[in-house]
């Protein structure tokens, strides 16, 4: 049974700074492309970060300089350390392996208010 588990979300004020951790189980990890994707209300869901099993990283224009996507394979575990938040990060933060048809996490709230 795959499980991804989120945890980290939260209310947060403009500037300030979350990390996000997803615990995976029943998924050989190490050979997945990890990623972080969002999506806030009346939005559709998009990729905010991935780190490929070979250790590479890419991020959305819009996060680039401010997110850092990091994994631990030893944990089966992956984190996105958000900096700098604004307002327009508010979104569910889904924990995803493998892209569209892979396995999803139940989400975690960021919310960036004032």
């Known amino acids: 049974q795959v499980q991804l588990v989120e945890s980290g979300g939260g209310l947060v004020q403009p500037g300030g700074s979350l990390r996000l951790s997803c615990a995976a189980s029943?998924?050989?990890?190490?050979?997945?492309?990890m990623n972080w994707y969002r999506q806030a209300p009346g939005k559709q869901r998009e990729l905010v970060a991935a780190?490929?099993?070979?250790?590479?990283?890419s991020y959305a224009d819009s996060v680039k300089g401010r997110f850092t996507i990091s994994r631990d394979n030893g944990k089966k575990s992956v984190y996105l350390q958000m900096l700098s938040l604004k307002p327009e990060d508010t979104a569910v933060y889904y924990c995803?392996?493998?892209?569209?048809?892979?396995?999803w996490g139940q989400g975690t709230q960021v919310t960036v208010s004032s």
């Open positions: 029943g998924i050989a990890f190490n050979f997945y492309t």
């Open positions: 995803n392996a493998g892209g569209g048809p892979g396995y």
């Open positions: 780190s490929t099993s070979g250790g590479r990283t």
